[in-house]
């Protein structure tokens, strides 16, 4: 989401920075963008929302989207709390209900990553999300993975989403979701830069067990990164 920014070139990078200071009036249009993109499915992960504070105008942006896009389930958290000039955070919208739901702060040197377990249904139709948004550093992001493996290594029907900020042939043969029988769906599919994707780092990564459709990266630059959605069946 990049808390509403609508990063279109590398230069706004710099231009618009102050956008994640301050706010301003055209944040809402892209949140009711995103909320009308997203108001499609069923469950929905969120990257770099605020929590509320002085630059979202005090509005929890996990909360507006979900009210927007007529969700009734919603959660998130704070990985990054800067008090009221800003409070980092992710998020999940759900259409369901979840049974149990775990917040972890992630390893790293500098702090501000985290990841949420979610769990619907129960015993052997029990599905486990994560959702979680990795460091820059391959090192950092080597521990951070292991942490979150260990969170869900009981899960027999497991996704992950997120911005992993890796390629996915990397993260499945090289880190500690290898020991995890998962495959990504769209592992060719790039998502960053949204104006001129070159790199797939955004995923979701499914249990072999578990049926997939449709997928597709959505040619619809919200932020800097372009959304992945994909159609899975599974029975709770």
């Not at 911005?163 to 500690?176: F, I, K, V």
């Not at 990564?205 to 959304?227: F, K, M, Q, T, Y």
């Amino acid at each position: 989401m990049q808390v509403g920014i609508q990063t279109r070139a590398y230069h706004h990078y710099l231009l618009r920075s102050w956008q994640h200071l301050l706010p301003f009036k055209a944040r809402h249009l892209a949140l009711d963008a995103i909320a009308d993109l997203v108001s499609h499915f069923d469950i929905v992960a969120l990257q770099e929302a605020d929590g509320g504070s002085w630059r979202s105008a005090k509005e929890n942006q996990v909360e507006y989207i979900a009210q927007q896009a007529n969700f009734p389930h919603w959660y998130h958290q704070v990985n990054r709390n800067l008090g009221q000039l800003a409070q980092h955070a992710n998020g999940l919208l759900s259409r369901m209900a979840a049974k149990h739901v775990e917040k972890h702060t992630l390893p790293g040197v500098l702090p501000g990553r985290g990841v949420m377990v979610f769990r619907f249904g129960s015993g052997d139709h029990e599905l486990v999300i994560a959702v979680t948004h990795l460091a820059l550093d391959r090192r950092t992001q080597q521990n951070q993975i292991a942490y979150l493996v260990d969170a869900v290594s009981d899960a027999k029907h497991l996704v992950i989403m997120g911005d992993l900020n890796q390629e996915a042939e990397w993260l499945l043969q090289h880190s500690a979701l290898q020991t995890l029988s998962l495959h990504p769906i769209a592992p060719h599919l790039s998502t960053y830069p949204s104006w001129r994707p070159n790199r797939a780092i955004d995923h979701i990564l499914i249990s072999n067990n578990l049926e997939l459709g449709r997928i597709a990266v959505i040619d619809h630059p919200l932020s800097d990164h372009l959304p992945v959605a994909a159609e899975i069946t599974f029975t709770i």
